[in-house]
């Protein structure tokens, strides 16, 4: 007996088994939901049932007698628009399962009965979520050559296709918002024409506009082509993606985008876009090439990126400055502005809330022969707000700082930045640079500087004293001088708090104000490798973990600790320090210039009275204590000295000489007579 034969009763049972059971399922949870799931399900039989009438319908009787109901379309395109809508044919088939529309002819109308825009050909391919909508929703809408005029007039009123649009209204926007629910929106080989009577502008035609729209639900995107008058530019590529937030009232608020736009122009005249739109700073003339990148948030500019490559450039970019006049610049231009995003502003404040500017692999050459060579360089700045002072960075990462100071006068700087340029004056050359300070110069409250140098020079600064806490400012502790230099090459790692030095110089100036007695202080080599911290109770600790110099009568090397006090009037100014240090070579009629500023001055006269001539040579020498009890001697025979101090070495032809004061033994002045050209070892 065949093998279906025997099966087959069975699998007729499970079946009817299967559909029993279904069958008590849907009795058993209709009544549970109090019939509600029946009448959903008869809900579905009803609305497939009605959607096949429906298809049927416009599959057999509509679609293939379109052109009898031109009146009708006719009708709801003017409903939809808002303006009058005429149709010269009119053609209809399919798309797969969806409805097709050809519409030829299609003239728009304004008020006045007068054409505004002609639409050669319009194709439309309808979505079935027009049913659900119960408005018209396209699956595609293509447009083929479309002329359109847009007009302002010397009153600053907005035509566009001869129809009035009004800005001061904002309007319900039914007519955007339905533009944005399509899916796709393909316009090709379009012309544009704008005429700009306020600004008194020459007509400006666009050829070949090509523009694609892109809709899903909350997010959109474009792409624009069209080419301007060969004087003006190559053609131009414009693309932008955006969304909207969920469950937007209107889609088409701008006010609520967030996005992204591009712009490509390639062989472009600065100059002559000029009478259509306002630069952002005056520019004269310039050619090149520009792309740019625009981040959007709620119609505010929130970050602009443009790769330039101009040549012959004349620009001014701030009222007050002089004219830059460049014969070419190339780089990226990073700008983004920071605002508050509860705060619903659209208005610009360039820069005034917080910026952040970025010059990357940035040249440029001037008329008369000064060149930027390529540098990377970026700014940023926060305005002062909830008691907090303002903050200012710069971020180098290869930087000329002359060549950089021949285009300041040039530059959109503010006026404390340019004071602060003139203060230091800096030059040299900057390699993986970082500043960031806290304050508006020259009352900072805090400082942050890291990165390496290469013939750095700066003028020195005063010193500042202690600042007491007011009701608009916190406390600053005291600041010593700055010290200045030229040709200074190491790297440097600083803060208000400390920081670490290391030198590898050669034919350098030091600059110390405050420090020595004779402020200038040349070297033929040094190196060091240096700390320094700021401690409380306004104290500096110094420490030299290595340092080796050579100057013109001296060379040797030493390392150590001070601990000084910033205060101008402490008991204590000299402090205390423990020091090591050799010297190779050193002509003794020299000790006064090395002496601090600080120094007693019975101890000053004391060294420079007695030691007025001679070399030493190999000289060690070891000095740790508090200084205000220099030279250590002690009080009696029993009692201990209150510090170390001692010099071991030789010296040749030395020349010593008495030195009244109140060092010696209960405060007379020790009596040294005058020897001439001692030789030996001390």
């Keep these: 007996m065949p093998t279906d034969q025997v099966n087959s009763p069975a699998a007729g049972n499970r079946f009817s088994d299967y559909w029993r059971l279904a069958r008590q399922c849907y009795a058993y949870t209709n009544i549970a939901t109090h019939h509600v799931l029946g009448a959903i399900i008869k809900l579905l039989v009803v609305a497939y049932f009605l959607f096949a009438v429906l298809f049927l319908t416009l599959r057999y009787a509509v679609l293939p007698n379109i052109d009898r109901y031109k009146g009708e379309v006719e009708q709801m395109a003017t409903r939809t628009i808002g303006q009058p809508v005429t149709i010269s044919t009119i053609y209809a088939s399919w798309r797969g399962l969806r409805p097709y529309l050809f519409l030829g002819g299609v003239a728009i109308h304004d008020r006045n009965g007068r054409t505004a825009l002609n639409l050669p050909g319009v194709a439309a391919t309808f979505s079935w979520w027009s049913v659900p909508t119960a408005e018209v929703r396209l699956y595609s809408l293509a447009i083929s050559r479309p002329d359109l005029d847009i007009e302002r007039d010397e009153n600053g009123k907005l035509f566009v296709g001869g129809i009035f649009i009004d800005t001061q209204k904002s309007g319900d926007g039914k007519g955007a918002d339905w533009v944005l629910s399509q899916r796709e929106i393909v316009i090709r080989d379009g012309r544009l024409r704008w005429n700009d009577r306020k600004r008194n502008a020459p007509e400006l035609a666009l050829e070949g506009v090509n523009l694609v729209l892109r809709n899903a639900w909350l997010h959109h995107r474009f792409a624009l082509n069209a080419t301007p008058p060969a004087s003006f530019a190559a053609p131009l590529d414009v693309r932008a993606v955006f969304s909207h937030p969920h469950f937007a009232q209107r889609i088409s608020d701008a006010a609520q985008w967030k996005g992204e736009l591009y712009a490509d122009l390639r062989h472009t005249d600065l100059a002559a876009w000029k009478r259509y739109f306002d630069y952002p700073f005056d520019i004269r003339q310039g050619k090149g090439e520009v792309r740019a990148w625009l981040d959007f948030d709620r119609a505010r500019i929130a970050n602009l990126t443009a790769d330039l490559m101009l040549s012959?450039?004349?620009?001014?970019?701030?009222?007050?400055?002089?004219?830059?006049?460049?014969?070419?610049?190339?780089?990226?231009?990073?700008?983004?502005?920071?605002?508050?995003?509860?705060?619903?502003?659209?208005?610009?404040?360039?820069?005034?809330?917080?910026?952040?500017?970025?010059?990357?692999?940035?040249?440029?050459?001037?008329?008369?022969?000064?060149?930027?060579?390529?540098?990377?360089?970026?700014?940023?700045?926060?305005?002062?707000?909830?008691?907090?002072?303002?903050?200012?960075?710069?971020?180098?990462?290869?930087?000329?700082?002359?060549?950089?100071?021949?285009?300041?006068?040039?530059?959109?700087?503010?006026?404390?930045?340019?004071?602060?340029?003139?203060?230091?004056?800096?030059?040299?050359?900057?390699?993986?640079?970082?500043?960031?300070?806290?304050?508006?110069?020259?009352?900072?409250?805090?400082?942050?500087?890291?990165?390496?140098?290469?013939?750095?020079?700066?003028?020195?600064?005063?010193?500042?004293?202690?600042?007491?806490?007011?009701?608009?400012?916190?406390?600053?502790?005291?600041?010593?001088?700055?010290?200045?230099?030229?040709?200074?090459?190491?790297?440097?790692?600083?803060?208000?708090?400390?920081?670490?030095?290391?030198?590898?110089?050669?034919?350098?100036?030091?600059?110390?104000?405050?420090?020595?007695?004779?402020?200038?202080?040349?070297?033929?080599?040094?190196?060091?490798?240096?700390?320094?911290?700021?401690?409380?109770?306004?104290?500096?600790?110094?420490?030299?973990?290595?340092?080796?110099?050579?100057?013109?009568?001296?060379?040797?090397?030493?390392?150590?600790?001070?601990?000084?006090?910033?205060?101008?009037?402490?008991?204590?100014?000299?402090?205390?320090?423990?020091?090591?240090?050799?010297?190779?070579?050193?002509?003794?009629?020299?000790?006064?210039?090395?002496?601090?500023?600080?120094?007693?001055?019975?101890?000053?006269?004391?060294?420079?009275?007695?030691?007025?001539?001679?070399?030493?040579?190999?000289?060690?020498?070891?000095?740790?204590?508090?200084?205000?009890?220099?030279?250590?001697?002690?009080?009696?025979?029993?009692?201990?000295?209150?510090?170390?101090?001692?010099?071991?070495?030789?010296?040749?032809n030395g020349r010593l000489n008495y030195t009244p004061g109140k060092f010696g033994k209960d405060g007379k002045a020790p009596f040294w007579p005058l020897l001439d050209a001692i030789n030996g070892t001390i």
């Design 312 to 652: 012959d450039v004349s620009a001014r970019l701030r009222a007050d400055l002089q004219p830059l006049n460049l014969m070419r610049l190339g780089g990226r231009v990073s700008v983004r502005e920071d605002f508050d995003a509860r705060i619903m502003d659209a208005a610009p404040a360039f820069g005034a809330r917080g910026h952040t500017i970025a010059l990357s692999d940035f040249s440029l050459e001037t008329e008369d022969g000064l060149v930027l060579p390529s540098t990377t360089v970026s700014e940023t700045y926060r305005p002062a707000r909830n008691g907090q002072p303002e903050k200012t960075g710069v971020s180098v990462k290869s930087l000329d700082l002359q060549m950089l100071a021949n285009f300041v006068e040039r530059l959109p700087l503010s006026a404390a930045q340019l004071k602060m340029l003139a203060d230091f004056s800096p030059s040299g050359k900057l390699q993986d640079f970082s500043a960031q300070w806290q304050g508006a110069y020259p009352a900072i409250s805090s400082y942050n500087i890291k990165g390496q140098f290469n013939g750095l020079s700066m003028k020195a600064q005063a010193p500042r004293p202690a600042r007491p806490k007011t009701a608009t400012s916190a406390a600053q502790a005291a600041v010593p001088a700055i010290p200045g230099f030229a040709n200074l090459t190491g790297r440097i790692d600083a803060s208000d708090r400390g920081g670490t030095l290391n030198l590898a110089s050669s034919q350098l100036t030091f600059n110390l104000p405050g420090y020595l007695p004779d402020p200038v202080m040349p070297f033929d080599q040094l190196t060091m490798d240096a700390g320094w911290t700021f401690q409380g109770n306004d104290q500096l600790l110094l420490e030299v973990h290595s340092m080796e110099f050579a100057q013109e009568g001296l060379s040797g090397a030493l390392s150590g600790k001070h601990l000084m006090s910033l205060a101008p009037h402490s008991g204590k100014a000299l402090g205390a320090i423990d020091l090591t240090g050799h010297i190779a070579r050193f002509e003794i009629a020299q000790i006064g210039r090395y002496l601090p500023s600080n120094t007693h001055e019975d101890l000053r006269h004391w060294l420079v009275g007695g030691l007025i001539g001679g070399t030493a040579r190999d000289v060690d020498i070891r000095l740790k204590g508090d200084l205000a009890s220099f030279p250590f001697r002690a009080e009696h025979a029993a009692a201990r000295p209150k510090g170390e101090f001692s010099v071991n070495g030789r010296i040749d």
